[in-house]
């Protein structure tokens, strides 16, 4: 897939942020997001690029009057603890690919969604949030919006670009409740160097082989009904279903190696959405990184059966309520509750599993319709993200691992069975 960059510019918002508007205060949870920690969501349209001319004024208009309610968005991180909200605007790419839509859809492999992106994984973004437009020969296009995790976390990324496409589409709307200062329930603290150490020891180089494993419908509801013993009580979200497969696979592959193994213990690190689980819930609209991680720990050499298993991410889940989140994360013992995390991390295999399920991508509706396919990169070792297929029944995982651990997951018998590798999605 040849892929020739056409334009490249600045987007502002479309009114100057107000004075008392400038700076926009960086909580606790916003600071224990690296700052070269980015994500990118790809959005995939047939029929959208019938007249690029047009599609492309549109599309940077509304983005300029979406900046407008989204400001810190706009602007540039000033220390640790602020964004200066100075309107220097988002980073906006266009893109002609030499080919159909198609041999994306059909055929969809970690190397051709890296093509669409509008820079490199590991590069650092010019702004905070970098969009590239990319217009197939077959009048498709593929938006990709990527964010910087500092300002934004999948749930905020996921609104803005749901507004941005009801402004394209409706040319304005009411936007409400998106910047909101959390730093009254969430305190800043000095975490640069904790962070920094924790990030450092978890990177790994080891070359990763990234695929995806679409859970379809009728599949995930079968495995809910098995995890509830067929008797429909207690059934587990479609998340945490497939969480648990994806573990016990993991887990698996592990317990084969036939080296002495560094860890006993498998990790798994699951980030959780606050908004609604503070007390007040916060507005769902606002941005900022509001997730918490909570932990599944599990001792590799001991094998356990689906449903203990299913209890054990099903639990991790639940405790993350008003008080624990409040008692941790907005008191004073939080740094020496991060330091002792880190030691126990340390000394455990690290999987983290991230769920976008639920949230609004399939509502971004340019005016051409619901995406056909909406699409992440993985590139990091013991990583996975989970996604909505196109019907909101299914879930669709992308999973990073090394290439030797790959070939033991893909072929689990559980993995086999509820699970298709790579499937078209056109």
Partial sequence: MEIQIISKEIIKPSFSTPDHLRSHKICLLDQLVPSEVHFPFIFFYSAAN?????????????LSQTLTHYYPFAGRVKDAFS??????????????????MSEVLKQPEMELLEQ?????LDAKLSTLVVVQVSYFGCNGVAICVYF??????????????????AVASCGSIDIKDVIFDSTSIFPPQDVLDITKSVFKKHWSNTEVTAKSFLFDAPKI??????????EGV??????EAVTTLILSAVMAAAARETNELTSSFLAALIPVNLRKRINP?????CIGSLCATTTVSCPIQQKLDHKSLEGK?????GMMDDNFVRNVYGGDEFLNFFRNAAEGFAKSMVFMITSWCKLPCFEADFGWGKPKWVATTVRDDKVAMLLDTCDGEGIEAWVGLSKEDMAKFEQDPAILGYASVNPSRF
């Avoid at 964004?83 to 690919?97: L, N, P």
């Fill in 148 to 165: 910087s995790h500092v300002i934004a976390d999948a749930t905020a990324a996921a609104n803005f670009v749901k507004n941005w496409a």
């Fill in 234 to 239: 207690d059934r587990p979200t479609r998340f």
């Fill in 313 to 317: 991410v099903h639990e991790s889940i």
């Fill in 281 to 285: 819930p916060l507005p769902q609209q």
């Fill in 221 to 230: 509801a079968a495995l809910r009904e098995e995890l509830s013993n067929g």
């Fill in 116 to 120: 669409l992106l509008p820079c490199k």
């Fill in 83 to 100: 964004i200066d909200c100075d309107d220097s605007g988002v980073t906006f790419v266009e893109a002609q690919v030499a080919g159909n």
């Fill in 50 to 62: 019938e007249d690029r001319i047009k599609t492309s004024v549109a599309l940077k208009h509304s």
